[in-house]
Protein backbone atom coordinates (compact mmCIF):
# COMPACT_ATOMS: atom_id res chain seq x y z
CA UNK A 1 0.00 0.00 0.00
CA UNK A 2 2.94 2.39 0.65
CA UNK A 3 4.27 2.08 -2.29
CA UNK A 4 1.16 2.70 -4.27
CA UNK A 5 0.77 6.18 -2.51
CA UNK A 6 4.47 6.89 -3.21
CA UNK A 7 3.33 5.96 -6.81
CA UNK A 8 0.52 8.35 -6.61
CA UNK A 9 2.33 11.03 -5.17
CA UNK A 10 4.80 10.96 -8.05
CA UNK A 11 3.04 10.49 -11.05
CA UNK A 12 0.97 12.98 -12.45
CA UNK A 13 -2.94 12.28 -12.43
CA UNK A 14 -3.68 14.04 -15.12
CA UNK A 15 -2.13 11.05 -17.33
CA UNK A 16 -5.27 9.23 -16.41
CA UNK A 17 -7.46 11.44 -18.68
CA UNK A 18 -4.77 11.69 -21.50
CA UNK A 19 -4.89 7.32 -21.39
CA UNK A 20 -8.75 7.24 -21.46
CA UNK A 21 -8.61 9.52 -24.17
CA UNK A 22 -5.57 8.14 -26.62
CA UNK A 23 -7.65 4.81 -25.83
CA UNK A 24 -10.79 5.57 -26.89
CA UNK A 25 -9.10 7.38 -30.02
CA UNK A 26 -6.72 5.14 -31.14
CA UNK A 27 -8.97 2.31 -30.77
CA UNK A 28 -11.63 3.39 -33.22
CA UNK A 29 -14.10 3.58 -30.40
CA UNK A 30 -14.59 7.46 -31.13
CA UNK A 31 -16.14 5.94 -34.81
CA UNK A 32 -15.34 7.85 -37.78
CA UNK A 33 -16.64 11.41 -36.61
CA UNK A 34 -14.32 12.27 -33.66
CA UNK A 35 -15.71 14.71 -32.35
CA UNK A 36 -19.48 13.22 -31.94
CA UNK A 37 -18.90 10.77 -29.44
CA UNK A 38 -17.85 13.38 -27.03
CA UNK A 39 -21.08 15.47 -27.71
CA UNK A 40 -23.91 13.09 -27.42
CA UNK A 41 -25.37 12.82 -24.38
CA UNK A 42 -24.81 9.56 -22.62
CA UNK A 43 -27.66 10.46 -20.11
CA UNK A 44 -29.58 13.19 -18.95
CA UNK A 45 -30.58 14.97 -15.59
CA UNK A 46 -34.11 16.71 -15.07
CA UNK A 47 -33.50 19.68 -13.47
CA UNK A 48 -35.85 21.37 -10.85
CA UNK A 49 -36.29 24.63 -14.03
CA UNK A 50 -37.89 21.84 -16.03
CA UNK A 51 -34.98 21.31 -17.91
CA UNK A 52 -32.93 18.47 -19.15
CA UNK A 53 -29.23 18.12 -19.19
CA UNK A 54 -28.03 16.15 -21.44
CA UNK A 55 -24.86 15.17 -19.79
CA UNK A 56 -21.89 13.71 -22.43
CA UNK A 57 -19.08 12.26 -22.63
CA UNK A 58 -17.05 15.81 -22.35
CA UNK A 59 -18.80 16.92 -19.44
CA UNK A 60 -17.58 13.69 -17.37
CA UNK A 61 -14.50 13.51 -19.10
CA UNK A 62 -13.84 17.53 -18.13
CA UNK A 63 -15.33 17.57 -14.69
CA UNK A 64 -13.21 14.06 -13.89
CA UNK A 65 -10.02 15.76 -15.24
CA UNK A 66 -10.83 19.06 -12.93
CA UNK A 67 -10.69 17.43 -10.20
CA UNK A 68 -7.53 15.72 -10.66
CA UNK A 69 -6.11 18.88 -11.36
CA UNK A 70 -7.45 19.97 -8.07
CA UNK A 71 -5.63 17.10 -6.62
CA UNK A 72 -2.73 17.65 -8.53
CA UNK A 73 -2.38 21.34 -7.22
CA UNK A 74 -2.91 19.88 -3.41
CA UNK A 75 -0.15 17.90 -3.90
CA UNK A 76 2.15 21.20 -5.50
CA UNK A 77 2.44 22.37 -2.19
CA UNK A 78 4.45 19.60 -1.10
CA UNK A 79 8.24 20.08 -1.02
CA UNK A 80 10.01 16.88 -1.05
CA UNK A 81 12.10 15.27 -3.76
CA UNK A 82 8.83 13.42 -4.76
CA UNK A 83 7.34 16.94 -5.35
CA UNK A 84 10.06 17.18 -7.68
CA UNK A 85 9.79 14.37 -10.46
CA UNK A 86 6.21 14.68 -10.37
CA UNK A 87 6.87 18.63 -12.19
CA UNK A 88 9.24 17.12 -14.60
CA UNK A 89 6.72 14.32 -14.89
CA UNK A 90 3.80 16.85 -15.40
CA UNK A 91 5.89 18.85 -18.13
CA UNK A 92 6.49 15.99 -19.61
CA UNK A 93 2.90 14.87 -20.09
CA UNK A 94 2.28 18.64 -20.70
CA UNK A 95 4.54 18.07 -24.14
CA UNK A 96 2.77 14.98 -24.99
CA UNK A 97 -0.50 16.91 -25.14
CA UNK A 98 0.64 20.09 -26.98
CA UNK A 99 2.64 17.20 -29.77
CA UNK A 100 -0.54 15.71 -29.76
CA UNK A 101 -3.33 18.48 -30.13
CA UNK A 102 -1.19 19.93 -32.69
CA UNK A 103 0.16 17.13 -34.92
CA UNK A 104 -2.21 14.07 -34.26
CA UNK A 105 -5.59 13.25 -35.69
CA UNK A 106 -8.71 13.15 -33.44
CA UNK A 107 -6.98 15.33 -30.86
CA UNK A 108 -7.55 18.89 -32.53
CA UNK A 109 -10.88 19.68 -30.70
CA UNK A 110 -12.02 21.68 -27.57
CA UNK A 111 -11.98 18.88 -25.50
CA UNK A 112 -8.75 17.96 -25.46
CA UNK A 113 -7.57 21.65 -25.72
CA UNK A 114 -8.66 21.78 -22.22
CA UNK A 115 -7.10 18.80 -21.22
CA UNK A 116 -4.02 20.30 -22.29
CA UNK A 117 -4.70 23.93 -21.00
CA UNK A 118 -5.40 21.49 -17.70
CA UNK A 119 -1.62 20.29 -18.08
CA UNK A 120 -0.11 23.99 -18.47
CA UNK A 121 -1.85 25.04 -15.67
CA UNK A 122 -0.56 21.70 -13.57
CA UNK A 123 2.92 22.74 -14.57
CA UNK A 124 2.93 26.51 -14.22
CA UNK A 125 0.86 26.20 -10.75
CA UNK A 126 2.79 23.21 -9.35
CA UNK A 127 6.19 24.70 -9.73
CA UNK A 128 4.91 28.45 -8.96
CA UNK A 129 3.45 26.93 -5.66
CA UNK A 130 6.77 24.82 -4.79
CA UNK A 131 8.57 27.67 -5.04
CA UNK A 132 6.01 29.65 -2.58
CA UNK A 133 6.10 26.62 -0.18
CA UNK A 134 9.53 25.81 -0.16
CA UNK A 135 10.28 30.03 0.34
CA UNK A 136 7.72 29.72 3.02
CA UNK A 137 9.39 26.22 4.60
CA UNK A 138 12.87 28.08 4.93
CA UNK A 139 11.75 31.70 5.68
CA UNK A 140 13.07 33.36 3.08
CA UNK A 141 9.60 34.72 2.36
CA UNK A 142 9.39 38.19 3.07
CA UNK A 143 5.48 38.76 2.20
CA UNK A 144 2.66 37.19 0.45
CA UNK A 145 3.98 34.71 -2.31
CA UNK A 146 7.47 36.41 -1.17
CA UNK A 147 6.66 39.87 -2.83
CA UNK A 148 9.24 41.68 -0.42
Known amino acids: ?44 VNMFSGDAWGVSFADVFMGLSLLLLFVEIVKATRTDAMSIV ?24 SVFFLLTMMSVLDVVAGFTITIVAAKRDFGASGGIAGTH
Open 1 to 44: MGRFITLLNIIPLLVLPLILYNFVVMTGLAGAEPDVWMIQPIFS
Open 86 to 109: NHGLSMLLCLVCIVQFIALKGFSN
